[in-house]
């Protein structure tokens, strides 16, 4: 869903299960793409990045899946576990640029023990 | 691993006070990201610097400035501040180019 202000899209998961966080991000010129991972109170913590000619790279239980067609990324966290419980942010980078983020809404995922 | 260093982490300040930030990147890093982030909000980028000559800007006011010196720390200085001020501040380090950035814990500011 949509996030307004305060109100981050919230997903819930049990734990064991897989989690797919979805991200929609803006601009057709990006070329770089990276997960962070946002814990209350602490800096985002890089996930796993994606450059723009690749679809799919895979990390230690991470999968980052890239669509530029539709300009969509997704994050897959396989057997979720009560420490993945935190906010999730995708951000691109355009190409040409001097490497500033630009963070989409984030997602927080909640992991049900 | 040494990471990215904040100061100070928690500040809090009246409105239309002055305050200064700092940041120490990661040794060898020689870019400097500087984001703000309101209460569940993403991060918004401020400013950059690459070798201590500022490379991009962001949504930043006219009332903070910021630079890196030749330690490559940096400092963002707000001045006038506002209510709407009070925010997460963080920074991020990494080496030039579009590379994985390296983010500190942030400077929660709160103006009161």
């Known amino acids: 869903g949509e996030s307004v202000g305060l109100h981050l899209p919230t997903l819930s998961v049990q734990e064991g299960d897989n989690s797919i966080i979805n991200c929609a991000y803006s601009?057709?010129?990006?070329?770089?793409f990276i997960w962070y991972k946002q814990e209350s109170g602490k800096g985002p913590q890089f996930i796993i990045d994606i450059r723009s000619n690749m679809d799919k790279r895979q990390g230690q239980r991470v999968t980052v899946l890239l669509n530029k067609t539709v300009k969509h990324l997704s994050l897959q966290i396989a057997a979720t576990q009560p420490g993945d419980s935190a906010v999730y942010f995708c951000?691109?980078?355009?190409?040409?640029?001097?490497?500033?983020?630009?963070f989409g809404k984030g997602t927080k995922l909640s992991v049900k023990p | 691993a040494a990471g990215v260093i904040q100061s100070p982490r928690h500040l809090i300040k009246e409105k239309r006070e002055t305050a200064t930030l700092k940041c120490y990147p990661i040794p060898r890093h020689d870019t400097v990201y500087w984001y703000q982030q309101g209460p569940g909000q993403d991060p918004q980028f401020l400013i950059s610097f690459y070798e201590k000559m500022q490379s991009d800007k962001g949504s930043i006011p006219d009332r903070f400035s910021a630079q890196q010196f030749s330690d490559y720390h940096s400092e963002l200085n707000m001045s006038s501040l506002e209510l709407g001020d009070s925010a997460l501040y963080f920074c991020?380090?990494?080496?030039?180019?579009?590379?994985?950035?390296?983010f500190g814990p942030g400077t929660r500011l709160t103006v009161t």
């Open positions: 601009n057709s010129a990006s070329d770089y």
């Open positions: 991020a380090s990494s080496l030039a180019g579009p590379y994985e950035q390296y």
């Open positions: 951000a691109e980078i355009l190409g040409g640029s001097q490497g500033n983020l630009i």
